[in-house]
């Protein structure tokens, strides 16, 4: 048997998993903002198998929500807050709400990669599945960033909360809208999964992740991004779909249709983003993303892209109704703040 890492168990709390159109003044749908993120994070956490619980051997944890109010002291009283000190110093209840599911002591690490955080935690969580031989959950959460993030957003144009919001890939777009979700997916190797008696979901065929900032919110330039997804594609024909990143901003969702062009060609690859129906949901978003990407798969269809009225591009594969696939593989990208990028390779099962 081949020591491929698979995931063997994924959940979401969000708002096309919990069937919820809320209207939301800033674009998309809107989850349940009564809830606090610890909340959030549990509800989601208690979807989980006891098999899985009890097999976890190592969490990778992110979020960008931490207690907002010592995080905005923080970023007000330090001069360049480190993201990865703020994670480390907060969260510690949800910690050990969860710690009190395992049962048993957990291995427990949490990082900041910003929107492609959940990739990067798989492309770790990965390679220590490899090279522990264990079982590796992964969770990320995010509702509404705290208001000094915005404004600090705005001021570098990344984001514009605006009266009307156009989802990704229209070219009257105003910004993207922020979005609240909680997912976690359990991977492991193959031979693992067997040993434990876990049933795999799809494969992880490739994932890697690098770095190369132009300034604190552009993605890197396209030939450099361009290099790293390509590293992962072994054979673009076998891709029945590019999950986009595309952040509802000018300048990322003009790099990544580019980029997209120079990979794809003119073969017929349906390309859509979940953002417009869940908006931007900061650290989880590759994580939502990637889970609804395989749960269409398993149905034999793509997504679609919700609230794009005018496209930047005429181009009939970016797509606004569900798309019928026989294939199995598609691509996950996540491009964004600070040149953080990441891409992997997901073969459904």
Known sequence: MQDRVVIVEMCSVDPITENMQLSNPYGGWVYDNDLTFEQLAMKSFDLLSDKVLEHTDTLIFSSLEFDPVAKEKLFRTADRPRPNTILNSLGVNLIVQMSAKFKKYVDSYSINYMCA????????????????????????VDKRTIEI???????LR????????????????KGFAVGASCSFIALCTEKKAKEIGLEPIAVVEAIKSSSKALTSTQ??????INELVTSCISNIDRVGHWNAHATATPLGDDVEYDIFKSVVKNRDVPISSLKGRVGHCISNAALVEMIHGIKYFQQGKVFKTDLLY????????????EYSTDKDTFIKCSFG?????????????
């Open 117 to 140: 955080t959940g990739l990067k935690a798989m492309e770790i969580a990965s390679m220590i599945a490899k090279e522990r031989n264990e079982l590796v959950m992964i969770g990320c």
């Open 337 to 349: 703040f600070a040149g953080k990028n990441s891409v992997a390779i997901i073969k459904c099962l």
């Open 219 to 224: 993605p890197s330039d396209v030939q450099f």
């Open 158 to 173: 990344a984001v514009n909360h605006s009266e009307s919001y156009f989802g990704p890939f229209d070219k009257n777009r």
């Open 149 to 155: 993030e915005i404004k600090c957003s705005q001021a």
């Open 310 to 321: 005018d496209k930047i591009v005429d181009d009939d594969r970016i797509i606004t109704e």
